[in-house]
């Protein structure tokens, strides 16, 4: 059984649309994550919900909203897709006094055109 | 600030070479430290850790130690195989910072036969 999903796995989309990646994680955690790796592998982290409480919103464009239906699920929307969003999106999670070890999904690879 | 620093890849080796990636860190409380590996076209796994000074993190033939005194946290193979080829993370975590993971820039492994 797959741990942490993400749905979908590739996004190819126009420039102005707004698209969404959904994300769930079957392990039971309390907390969840989204990160961006650019096209230089560097990864950044964007946001992350801790029983569906937003715990930390780095500075990212108020394109891109988090949204969290329960502590399972973290969603990533991004209204007005522009170029430089292409990325690729990876979410986590983490279980609480579990030594701090993240649990990543296999990643989205958004591609805006 | 918290930051991490890793050596510039690519670093190319020979299949049984000895391997060794630089990670260096820079951290205003207690962090723990990680290694993380993502293989081609995958998402990211965690290879190692530890979180206190002088813990030695080990797995798969990996070893990195937890150098209070230099700041490091230096990933080592003693003989590495095709299948090491990859990308490596140096990451850490601060105590009571939401266990937000902060990423060094990335180390590409290539091991040829």
């Known amino acids: 059984d797959t741990a942490v999903s993400q749905t979908p796995k590739y996004l190819v989309t126009q420039m102005g649309n707004d698209k969404s990646i959904k994300c769930e994680q079957n392990?039971?955690?309390?907390?969840m994550y989204w990160y961006k790796q650019d096209s230089k592998k560097f990864l950044k982290i964007m946001f992350s919900?801790?029983?569906?409480?937003?715990?930390i919103n780095e500075t990212v464009p108020n394109r891109f909203s988090p949204k969290s239906p329960d502590k399972a699920h973290l969603n990533l929307h991004i209204n007005s897709l522009e170029l430089g969003d292409s990325a690729v999106y990876f979410c986590?999670?983490?279980?609480?006094?579990?030594?701090?070890?993240?649990?990543f999904g296999p990643g989205t690879r958004l591609t805006v055109l | 600030g918290n930051s991490v620093t890793q050596m510039e890849g690519p670093v190319t080796l020979s299949e049984e070479a000895f391997l060794t990636i630089n990670c260096t860190y820079t951290?205003?409380?207690?962090?723990?430290l990680f290694w993380y590996v993502q293989y081609p076209g995958e998402g990211l796994q965690l290879l190692l850790k530890?979180?206190?000074?002088?813990d030695k993190g080990s797995n798969k033939g990996f070893e990195a130690t937890y150098r209070k005194e230099t700041t490091s946290f230096h990933l080592e193979k003693g003989s590495v195989q095709v299948s090491d080829s990859a990308v490596y993370f140096c990451?850490?975590?601060?105590?009571?910072?939401?266990?937000?993971?902060?990423f060094g820039a990335g180390t590409r492994l290539a091991v040829h036969p």
């Open positions: 986590a999670s983490l279980l609480a006094g579990g030594g701090n070890e993240q649990f």
């Open positions: 392990l039971g955690h309390d907390t």
């Open positions: 919900y801790n029983n569906k409480e937003l715990i």
């Open positions: 951290a205003t409380g207690y962090p723990s």
């Open positions: 530890a979180t206190k000074a002088d």
């Open positions: 990451a850490l975590v601060i105590s009571g910072g939401y266990n937000k993971l902060i």
